[in-house]
Nanobody, 115 residues
């Protein structure tokens, strides 16, 4: 079974930055596209950004120009660099394959943007 462990969240002021990390275990990591997702209180989980096995990246409009997704296949890690954070970015952030594996959601990491 594939498992993901997210870390790096925290409390940050508007305009600040955070770098999230995600470690993956299980099957061959490098073959699959990976994504970062988030779920804000009272909202459905949504895709934020993804990176293919060939390192092609894609971003949802609400994070374009502010977030950067990257991966390190040797370490089985995915990262999300988040800059210019706003209170609307407050959510629990998860990583998973893209498209996501329904049974492989981790606990996520909380990101709170507040002054």
């Amino acid at each position: 079974q594939v498992q993901f462990v997210e870390s790096g969240g925290g409390l940050v002021q508007p305009g600040g930055s955070l770098r999230l990390s995600c470690g993956a275990s299980g099957s061959i990591f490098s073959f699959y596209a990976m994504g970062w997702y988030r779920q804000a209180p009272g909202k459905q989980r949504e895709l934020v950004a993804s990176v293919t096995s060939g390192f092609k990246t894609n971003y949802e409009d609400f994070v374009k120009g502010r977030f950067t997704i990257s991966r390190d296949n040797a370490k089985k890690m995915v990262y999300l660099q988040m800059n210019s954070l706003t209170p609307e970015d407050t959510a629990v952030y998860y990583c998973n394959r893209a498209p996501a594996l329904a049974d492989s959601w981790g606990q996520g990491t909380q990101v709170t943007v507040s002054s």
